[in-house]
């Protein structure tokens, strides 16, 4: 995926939390896990996410249609 700041290649990894964690607004709640929900009861929350070296920039896609 390239940057959509910068256009630089950007390299995958995980956002880790030892918990939960989940994007909120105005009573809406949406969860970010990739983990299977026993999996992230357990080990806590991987979020698959996209991050720029050059701008420092971290994308996290949501609604599951991402590789
Ligand atoms: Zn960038």
Known sequence: MDCP?????????????????WWSCEGEKLTLNDEPKMIG?????????YRCKKCGKIIILTGGNHE
């Open 5 to 21: 700041y910068c256009k630089e290649e950007m390299e995958t990894g995980k956002v880790c939390s030892n918990s939960g964690l």
């Open 41 to 49: 009861a357990i080990n806590g929350y991987r979020i698959t996410a």
